[in-house]
């Protein structure tokens, strides 16, 4: 059922019910699987740079193995989705509730260019900027400054970019590959997924031969915390970018906001559970609590917000919901290889430029 005011249609009032509350449920589980991993293991895994280590293999700093079990746990959920019935949940007789975009609505929305652009924007900016989402979802929920202006320049910047290109249409109607391809895509990130499942089982099946039980343990109630934050993303909606648009877009015609409610679910429920756990209290398996954004608010924080706003906004993926339509959408493949190069390029100036700011204070002390 429809409401308007004059000739035009409040899109939000059209949305179904189920999407409102399936848009609780995950903020709901969005907050619970982040709250246990800061009770268990006093840590929060912060997206940007869970992906980072992940594929950058930082096992000698000790963190790899948990991160890598929370990734695969995020990963199994829209690989398992998609799978079963491609990702569409049926509510009622007359109503199916989409966790997925297709194909051809992706590419309406966004060509390959923008893609790539996007991807870019999104993996330099959330590098420079030391994370991405995670500063509204982690460091909000804590008043960290950092995070506050972070999370405002990310959202002035993409709800900007989006209403743009919603009343001045760019990068659109891309390219759409045919089924046969599309079905060839589908089967490599299976096998990809699987791959990468199984280096995790093996890891954790010698764990446990080696008898180191309470290590393996820890993993793998990672990995079912990564399952319940995989499943929050899902019924919240938020791997599907038309949806991320429909909220970040200023016109009553499209607007959703769906996710604002899982949004601000999620930071509701971080923010009591988190200040709960932390009071005078040590997590379950580690020794204290991890710092998470703090550090003083510099240049690079301030353009790294400004990159990834704009590349939010231009495709409506942060690097977890672009790494989990990497199953769905065949130009989700150049989005991420994109943001994997943004990512390395910038880690790769940064260390050079500091290298070079050493060398020039250690010259000017002889």
């Not at 930082?58 to 948990?66: R, V």
């Not at 060509?111 to 979802?137: E, N, P, Q, Y």
């Not at 039980?213 to 915390?225: E, H, I, L, R, V």
């Amino acid at each position: 059922m429809s409401t308007s005011t004059g000739s035009q249609v409040y899109y939000w009032r059209t949305v179904n019910t189920a999407d409102f509350e399936a848009a609780v449920f995950g903020g709901f589980l969005l907050s619970l699987s982040l709250s246990l991993s800061y009770y268990f293991f006093g840590s929060l895994p912060e997206m940007t740079s869970l992906f980072y280590s992940a594929y950058r293999y930082e096992a000698k700093k000790g963190w790899w193995f948990w991160k890598m079990a929370f990734f695969v746990g995020i990963l199994s959920v829209p690989f398992a989705c998609y799978s079963a019935n491609k990702g569409v949940i049926k509510v009622d007789s007359s109503y199916n509730y989409n966790t997925f975009d297709s194909e051809t609505l992706a590419m309406q929305n966004l060509d390959a260019w923008g893609w790539v652009i996007s991807g870019l924007l999104v993996g330099f900016g959330s590098r420079m900027a030391k994370g991405c989402t995670s500063h509204i979802f982690v460091g909000v929920p804590k008043f960290q400054k950092r995070s506050l202006l972070a999370s405002a320049i990310m959202l002035v910047c993409a709800v900007s970019f989006a209403t743009i290109r919603h009343f001045h249409p760019f990068f659109v109607n891309g390219y759409t590959f045919n089924e046969d391809a599309q079905k060839g895509f589908q089967i490599g990130t299976a096998v990809v997924f699987g791959l990468l499942a199984a280096v995790v089982i093996m890891i954790l099946s010698i764990a446990a031969h080696a008898r180191n039980a309470a290590w393996f343990w820890q993993n793998m109630t990672q990995y079912f915390f990564g399952v319940i934050f995989g499943l929050g993303l899902l019924f919240a909606g938020a791997f599907r970018p038309s949806k991320v648009f429909r909220a970040i877009t200023v016109d009553k015609a499209v607007w959703d906001p769906s996710l604002i409610i899982m949004t601000v679910v999620a930071l509701l429920i971080n923010f009591l559970a988190f200040h709960y756990i932390g009071e005078g209290r040590s997590p379950v398996y580690a020794s204290g609590f991890e710092k998470h954004h703090e550090g003083p608010i510099d240049l690079r924080l301030i353009f790294g917000s400004i990159f990834f706003g704009v590349g939010w906004g231009m495709a409506g993926l942060s690097v977890i919901t672009g790494v989990m339509n990497f199953f769905t959408l065949t130009h989700a493949v150049f989005w991420l290889a994109a943001v994997l190069f943004a990512q390395t390029l910038y880690e790769e100036v940064y260390k050079r430029v500091h290298k070079e700011e050493e060398k020039g204070v250690h010259e000017a002390l002889l």
